[in-house]
């Protein structure tokens, strides 16, 4: 790769080693990597090696929102709400030819999004098109007519190199027996966890993703027959469920809650209707339940700021959906500027850019 | 906040010679921040003239510029901005090949990121001029590459 051109000029041409030229690379969009794999096979090989996957996420690790909205045309977009607020629409051909109507991000994890689609799900993603079709579980189907009560979550598990969808779901017509079954994508098929635990109600208006966290994915949840809420967390190596109890005094309803990833923090949002706020709770300290402080109370005039936290950008700034926008909070709570959406915009979720492919695909 | 220091073991300058013989001062906290020249400096002590080989009277003033902002934490994104506001993608490259041998993180890392920035949107075809790479593809391994990225040109201009 590295033949001195000779220039006619008097200017010489100056090459770069490549491990100068990969510095660079590393610090593209994917975008642009994929295409400059058309550069020379050398390049084509540094972009598709898996270590570069690696070093690339690190690194760079652009985030995006993605919107999807099911009202026919079927639209997928990426905007970009860190820096300006360029938007694409994505080619969903993918899902063709199966009559998807419905759609809930179930997770957003290493770039990929885990969609169900209630006839199956998928793992996508959006930056470079690797996609698979995961059927749904033995129970997810067999309880389809119960899926707004399901708690699905997407996650990854570094110590196989692997992605595990989730599901918690209980059957409401055999005594709300609970059941936890994880479909691996390395080997490719669904297993059950056998492990007597209770059923977890959720407020089934609006299905809940799992936030993936410190290896593990976390929901909120009312534990059948205490009416307590808690926090239902799914270990992903370990393998194992267990509960975080929320923050004391912590007295709201399921349907006013929720939980999210602010930055590098677990963390609680609080929709306050009759003082017109969000609220936001932060674990200081994973797992450790006296580190939960109230760090931010959002105020907007007339109505709720958002309904629903989106992401933390990286200069620490909140992103929120509203009705029909997409908001940005600094740190202090003020209002820094919005974006209007689709009007029927069915799920939205922030993505990192990633060049990975998945577990046994190339 | 800059202090400027009065007292004369804080405000010591290092004098640097380029590898085409000019002689320019930098301040020793900031030439501490290019590990090179640091290393050089512990090897020569710092009464001498510090002989930089590699780098010519073109960069080096530059470079300075940017680690006097350096010392006195005022390096933002605005500057940083104006900073490669007039230079060309060839003279980034000679900065940032100076940044290298100097071992220059910080601004070694900004430029990288600026590198990639102006050859997000450019064709394949600049970014094999810029770099001095050969295509090795056959026409045929070429085209098939293309067409099944063809998602990754759209809104690329071919000529740029």
Request: aromatic letters at 14%.
């Amino acid at each position: 790769m590295k033949k001195k051109k000779k220039e006619k000029t008097m200017q010489m041409v100056i090459n770069l080693p490549s491990e100068l030229i990969i510095e660079i690379l590393l610090r593209l969009p994917v975008k642009s990597l994929t295409r400059f794999k058309s550069v020379c096979k050398s390049w084509f090989s540094i972009i598709s090696h898996s270590n570069f996957a690696n070093s690339h996420f690190q690194i760079t690790a652009a985030t995006h929102i993605l919107t999807i909205s099911a009202t026919s045309p079927l639209k997928f977009q990426s905007i970009d709400f860190e820096i300006n607020h360029h938007s694409v629409l994505l080619n969903h051909n993918f899902l063709l030819p199966r009559p998807y109507s419905y759609f809930q991000i179930k997770g957003s994890c290493r770039g990929f999004i885990c969609l169900y689609c209630y006839i199956d799900i998928w793992i996508w993603n959006p930056s470079n098109g690797i996609h698979k079709q995961i059927p749904l579980s033995p129970l997810g189907s067999e309880l389809l007519e119960y899926h707004l009560r399901h708690l699905y979550g997407f996650g990854y598990d570094p110590s196989r190199d692997d992605y595990m969808v989730v599901l918690l779901s209980y059957d409401p017509r055999a005594n709300f027996s609970s059941h936890l079954e994880f479909f691996s994508l390395r080997d490719n098929m669904w297993n059950e966890i056998e492990d007597t635990h209770s059923a977890y109600l959720t407020d089934f208006g609006n299905p809940r993703a799992g936030s993936f966290f410190n290896g593990a994915i976390h929901w909120v949840a009312e534990r059948y027959g205490s009416s307590v809420n808690v926090i239902v967390v799914f270990d992903l190596m370990e393998r194992k469920l267990f509960e975080m109890p929320l923050p004391d005094g912590f007295d709201h309803d399921l349907e006013d809650f929720g939980l999210w990833i602010f930055g590098e923090f677990l963390s609680l949002w609080v929709k306050d209707y009759p003082n017109n706020t969000i609220e936001i709770w932060v674990m200081k300290e994973y797992k450790l339940h006296s580190s939960w402080t109230k760090t931010l109370v959002i105020c907007a005039n007339g109505g709720i700021p958002f309904y629903k936290p989106v992401c933390r950008t990286k200069s620490g700034d909140i992103i929120g959906k509203d009705h029909y926008r997409l908001v940005k909070y600094n740190d202090k709570g003020q209002l820094l500027e919005y974006l209007h959406i689709d009007r029927y915009v069915d799920d939205l979720a922030m993505y990192t850019e990633s060049l990975f492919s998945l577990p046994g695909e190339l | 906040m800059a202090q400027e220091a009065s007292s004369s073991t804080s405000s010591k300058t290092i004098s640097l010679k380029t590898g085409d013989g000019e002689i320019f001062e930098i301040e020793a906290s900031a030439a501490k921040q290019m590990k090179t020249v640091q290393r050089l400096i512990d090897d020569l002590g710092d009464d001498i003239t510090i002989p930089l080989h590699n780098v010519f009277s073109k960069e080096l003033p530059k470079i300075i510029e940017y680690y006097k902002k350096d010392i006195t934490g005022e390096i933002t994104k605005d500057f940083e901005a104006e900073f490669v506001k007039d230079l060309n993608d060839d003279e980034v490259k000679v900065l940032f090949l100076a940044a290298n041998y100097l071992d220059a993180n910080k601004l070694f890392e900004f430029l990288s990121q600026n590198i990639a920035d102006r050859l997000e949107s450019k064709s394949v075809e600049y970014v094999r001029k810029y770099f001095g790479v050969e295509n090795d593809f056959t026409p045929e391994e070429e085209s098939k590459l293309r067409e099944e990225r063809a998602w990754s040109f759209r809104g690329i201009k071919e000529d740029e």
